[in-house]
């Protein structure tokens, strides 16, 4: 699995601020946040927008705030400690604070499977995010869509699973030039029923494969 794109990182974030209020309705959508895009856009800037939940604007711009600390922080490792950052920005104000950038102590259920993950230890979260960054003969692509994958089915936080995943993933990808994962509206019940299967099996083959084809976004700037 190729990098598809080779980029540098300035160019990559420049790419994702021109397009950041897409990548956030996406994500928000992706999550079962139903919002519109010129709603995602008045949001973004700051507008007052009728007719939506308050929960809904928080989520919003709880992802607008992490999208900023990906694209303005570069030194940042990639490491649990991020990753609890990421939740802490994407669920302020939207769960308890007790469970805000921790890892959850309750049992959750996943819609449409009996499935259920196992409850997360944090020397294993580390171990697993370890061996998974340290792959060898794997492309920083490959990693970050793993990583991703592997973040949504752990199921670490008590919420915000796809939307933590997804950001954590766009970091690596963007840090090193790679372009940006984004799950389009039209393949997102596609995604969905897909997420699920690997969920049940454990076996991320193919719906990686299907986002490395479908979910990249980016251009070849230097051609």
């Known amino acids: 699995m190729e990098d598809k794109f080779n980029l540098t990182r300035e160019q990559n974030v420049f790419i994702a601020k021109r397009n950041i209020v897409d990548y956030i309705w996406k994500s ?3 999550e079962g946040i139903e919002v519109t895009y010129p709603e995602t856009q008045a949001i973004y800037d700051g507008g007052i927008v009728n007719g939506l ?5 928080i989520a919003i711009n709880n ?8 694209l303005e922080n570069k030194d940042v490792d990639y490491d649990f400690k991020a990753l609890c ?9 939207l769960v308890l604070d007790q469970n805000l950038g ?6 959750v259920n ?3 499977t009996s499935w259920k993950p196992q409850f997360p230890i944090e020397t294993q979260i580390k171990e697993e995010l370890t061996a998974l960054l340290n792959q060898p003969l794997k492309t920083k692509t490959e990693k970050a869509i793993e990583i991703m994958l592997w973040v949504m089915r752990r199921q670490m936080f008590i919420d915000g699973n796809k939307r933590v995943g997804m950001l954590f993933a766009n970091k690596i990808m963007i840090d090193n030039g790679c372009g940006i994962i984004t799950i389009a509206q039209e393949n997102q019940p596609t995604f969905l029923e897909k997420l699920i299967k690997f969920y049940e099996t454990g ?4 719906l990686k494969q299907w986002i490395y084809e479908t979910s990249i976004d980016g251009i070849n700037l230097n051609e």
Request: glycine share 6%; net charge neutral; hydrophobic share 35%.
């Open 85 to 93: 950052h990421l939740h802490k920005l994407t669920c302020d104000k």
């Open 110 to 112: 996943i819609g449409g």
């Open 63 to 70: 992802l607008k705030y992490a999208w900023e600390f990906i």
């Open 53 to 57: 939940t308050v929960d809904k604007i």
């Open 102 to 107: 921790r890892l959850r102590t309750t049992p």
């Open 28 to 30: 928000a959508n992706l």
């Open 203 to 206: 076996d991320n083959d193919d």
